[in-house]
Every structure is written in structure tokens, then in C-alpha cells.
């Protein structure tokens, strides 16, 4: 699972084919009467929120366990210094 | 009104703490391109109190989180090199200029293999405000800054754990 991938297929900025401009114009001029009503757009865009969401937080786990792994290794560095001084200092 | 005051001032002296024992160890990006391996952890503030908390509660990491929880930040530089000479020498010299007389030089281990190690920290009354161990070997120049209480004593302890053998070296 690349949460990020996915989550940049899902931005990506995709050009509308040519006349879409024309028609929506056409459209919205047609239906400007009309009560708004709940749709398919509405739809769209619960489910690009959700998404986004938990991508959003996909990345937030992401970058703590990346963040546990750096801890881990930064701790183990730090005692294998400390515990080579200590023996060395015992030897001598 | 009180609460505000209070938590600026109580804040103050932490701010302080944590600051005077934080050193710059920024090293030339040039050297890391030289380097086989690499090592760069910079972890801090929030990011270091949570993934303190995701350590788990069993007898490996336990440890970790107990000396983790108490430190503000910990900062670290470790390179691996190819061939002897690899690094300017120099590089450990200027981390060392950075330790005003507060710092206190615990060790150093200076072997026939060429190695400087330096381990210095920053005493606050009873406890350690802070720990910098400089490690100059032949072909690994290693840095750690610890910012905050640290006990020397459990750090060093930690070594063997993480699933690997102890790798202290003997000569």
C-alpha cells in the first residue's frame, strides 16, 4: 500500500477534454433556476474528503514509525559510544 | 491571567535548559556523498515524544522509552567511509570549539588504531543537562547530542540490546 501514490494519482491535475468549458457554461446557465439538490457531486466530493483523510493520516502513522525507527537507531549509536568508552576506560 | 504567567515562566528555564546543551553539528552535505553509510537523526519536540510512545512496553525497548521520555532531543551524525582519510579531521575540532567551559570532558579514549573518542556533558547540580560523544576513527566520524537529563550509566547499558550483539570494539 503507498498511501502517497495513491494520493497523488488521486490530485493529479487532469485537463478537461476540449468543449467541456462550453458545456458547463451552457449547463449551469440551463439548470440556474433549478433548487440545488444533493448529487453525484456531492457524492465526489464526501468521498475526495474520506480520501484525502485518510491518506492524510496514512501519512501521519507513516512518519511516526519512520520517526520510532530513528529513535531506535539514534539510542543504539549513542550506547554503543558511551559503553565503548566505559569498557575501554574499565581496561585500562 | 495566572495560569498564563505561570506556564511562561516555568516554560522559561526548560527553553533554557534545553538550548544551552544543543550544540550545531550540521556537517558539509559533501560528506555524506563521500560516505558509504550515512546516519542523520534529528528528532525533537513532539515528533520525539511520539515515537517514544510507540515504543513497545517489552524488556528490549522499555529502556529506550524510560531514557527517551526524559530527553528533549537527540541529535545525531554517523558516517562510514570507504578508505582511511576520508574526512577532514578538522570537522570534530570545530564540533569541540562549540563546548563552552560549562562542558565537562568525562573521557577520552585515544587508541593505537587512531581512534579519538570524546565523551562530554553538561552538569546540572545532581544530573546531566546534556551529553556529546565525538567519535574521529580512521574510516567513522561519528556525533551524538543528547539535549536533556540523560544517565550515562542506563544509556551504555542499552548496548546489546535491540535484537544485535554487543559491538563494543577490543583491540
Known sequence: ?92 | MRNIIMSILLAVPVTAWAQSARINIDIPQSLAEKATETVEVTLDGPMLRLASKFLSADEEEKDIRELARKIDGIYVRSYEFDAEGAYDRSIADRIRTQLGPEWKRIVTVQSRMRENVGVYTLPRGDTIAGLVVISAEPRELTIVNIVGPIDLDRLAALEGQFGIPRVTKHE
Open chain 1, 1 to 92: 500500500m503507498n498511501l502517497e501514490s495513491e494520493l497523488r494519482d488521486v490530485l493529479r491535475r487532469v485537463d478537461p477534454p476540449p468543449g467541456f468549458a462550453g458545456r458547463v457554461i451552457r449547463r449551469v446557465g440551463a439548470d440556474f433556476n433549478r433548487p440545488a439538490k444533493a448529487g453525484p457531486t456531492r457524492a465526489r466530493a464526501l468521498a475526495a474528503a474520506a480520501l484525502i483523510t485518510i491518506a492524510v493520516g496514512g501519512w501521519g502513522v507513516h512518519e511516526t514509525l519512520r520517526a520510532r525507527s530513528e529513535l531506535l537507531t539514534a539510542m543504539r549509536i549513542a550506547s554503543q559510544k558511551v559503553a565503548h568508552v566505559q569498557h575501554e576506560v574499565n581496561r585500562r
